[in-house]
């Protein structure tokens, strides 16, 4: 392999601009993928991703194209996920190539995580190369497109492509830039080998996969591979790359991005952003890793089955291989036994993990109402981090509590400035700034509490602008607030599960909607369960679930057999999900019910 023809690049853009139709078009162009195999969305393979139309996954092909000059050039190409959520997937695969493909459509122009990864390139040092997709759509303005490229990103982009994905218009001039502008990779083949971890996976007949990215010296099939971080040695059986298709070769050298296959079955083993390097050719420090994400939510994972803890525990130790952004510890519930409490980076990301685990894993699982890390300070001076609120310290013992802010940027156009304004003002923000971009948009900056972002701010905002803004936050720092545990009783019992932490100007208002909403979602049994919220020592709402009346009970007995089968049948399918707390049996719907403030 001639070095100076590999180019490795990511394709980067604002989620929905685009970027997994470009890859589609790129895939089909350079003959990568035959067109009877060609689907849409090809690099999604998780069913997951397909379904839900969005990327999580970050996924690297190697792809060869022939180029105007007359050369063929060996390309590495790297979706990544647009969400925010999971940026930590962008930032991971950006440190594997030299170049990143910027996608704008036309019809939207530059919206707030263009720019969140746009930065993330700079960060990388990568050649960032804009490309105007959509152009086919009517909306499409190419013009204010490029203006803004130029005014709000500083990169010129007048000779940008002009693509549609969707037809493959101009994809090829995208290809060419690609070809022209990204440097190849730098190192070389005969220096010690160091090798980029930026994923992983587990495969139960060949163990953890790992995906590397050769920044110098080679890997051979029998090599022994070294993990710097956690020193431990393997002997490599199979490697090779993916077109998508695995592809098995001799060696991965300098500039290739491939899979390797060592027998690992100790998951603890390898770490993403780990290098590794060979006995055979040692290097003898390891490359810059990538800095840790830390997690913005954390809920608790309960099985429904407790007898499949350890399932659970296994389930998550494989999925942070390929997520190692997850993080969890075990804890303990009194209303739901033994669990994990998980962080993850956003609502979405815990969505997704909760649905793989189920699915991948085949576990029924109880999630608890999210919660951010307040910081409880003590009357002695002392901190505490708190992810749980049930383990929020007496408030006899507090001083006072503080919760994590955000530094949220709104990128809108000037009409929705109003509605924006006033719903940042019901999640407790704070104005800092209206930043002038052009002559109609604006960037409308606040402060505000992260617990109040990460619940629903995003759809609020989505239908106060009809969808015409985008959003972007940065953690900015503790500070203190009114608030204070409120707990939940059923029938006179504190249900620990169902806790959570509220500011005391809205305590009586949330206290009075849990309880109504709880009321709905618990099914009635055959005593009356008084609901009740306490906050600060003192009950503030109540109601009741009144009991089953006894004549409803009596059709269940007696009479035809296979009738009854079929009612216990029902019973048990909707037994799935619930949880028996104490007397009370409650579906994991409950445990959300917080979530539902308004
Ligand atoms: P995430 O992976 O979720 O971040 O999104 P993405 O950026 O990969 O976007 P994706 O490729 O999934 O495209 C989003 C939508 O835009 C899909 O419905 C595409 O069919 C559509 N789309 C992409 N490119 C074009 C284009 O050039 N023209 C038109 N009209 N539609 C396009």
Redesign the pocket.
Known sequence: IDQSLIRNFSII?H???????LADRILQLTHTVSDREMKD?LLDSMELERER???IKLNAVQLHYTAKDGKTYLFHLIDT???VDFSYEVSRSLAACEGAVL?VDASQGVEAQTLANVYLALDNDLEILPVI??V??PSADVDRTIHEIEDEIGLPADDAPR????TGLNVQDVLEDIVKNVPAPQGSVNNPTQALIFDSYYDSYRGVIIIVCVKEGSIKVGDHIHFMATDSVYEVTELGVRTPHEVKQDELVTGEVGWIAASIKTIKDVHVGDTVTTIENPASAPLPGYKKMNPMVYCGLYPVDNARYSDLREALEKVELSDSSLVFEPETSQALGFGFRCGFLGLLHMDVIEERLEREFNLDLIATAPSVVYHAYLTDGTMVEVANPAEMPDPTTLSRIEEPYVKASIMTPEEYIGPIMELCQNKRGEYQDIEYLDDNRRNVIYSIPLSEIVFDFFDKLKSCTKGYASFDYELEGYRPSKLQKMDIMLNGEVVDALSTIVHKDFAYDRGRIICNKLKELIPRQQFEIPVQAAFNGKIIARTNIKAVRKNVLAKCYGGDISRKKKLLEKQKEGKKRMKAVGSVEIPQEAFMAILSVD
């Open positions: 853009a989620i929905d601009h685009g970027k997994s139709t969305q139309g969005i990327t996920p647009g969400h996608v997709n959509k086919d759509l693509i549609s994905a969707k």
